[in-house]
């Protein structure tokens, strides 16, 4: 089926963000990782810093599943050697 070449969606300039959250701060013996939670007006989306750069951006339809994968990426960094810091939650 051949496709429309004169439909075009438009990309997002702009991401308007509604909230922003640090849920995990671990700190291995080399790396500093931060784990944002990003509020949107559509969904969720999760960021990874790594020494102040950003690693990972994931999206999510909901809070509770950007959590869970959350908490699911904090354990294993945790198996590797990171702490969690308490204090960032």
């Given at each position: 089926?051949?496709?429309?070449?004169?439909?075009?969606?438009p990309a997002?300039n702009?991401i308007?963000?509604d909230g922003?959250?640090?849920?995990?701060?671990?700190?291995?013996?080399?790396?500093t990782v931060?784990?944002?939670?990003?509020?949107l007006t559509?969904g969720?989306?999760?960021?990874?810093w790594a020494?102040?750069s950003?690693?990972?951006?994931?999206?999510?339809?909901r809070?509770?599943?950007a959590r869970?994968?959350?908490?699911r990426?904090?354990s294993r960094?945790?198996?590797?050697?990171?702490r969690r810091?308490?204090?960032?939650r």
């Open positions: 089926m051949p496709r429309d070449s004169s439909v075009h969606v997002r702009r308007d963000e922003r959250q640090s849920i995990a701060f671990l700190q291995g013996s080399r790396q931060n784990v944002v939670l990003v509020a559509d969720v989306e999760l960021e990874v020494d102040g950003l690693r990972r951006r994931a999206r999510f339809l809070d509770t599943e869970k994968y959350s908490d990426l904090a960094l945790q198996r590797r050697g990171y810091d308490t204090e960032a």
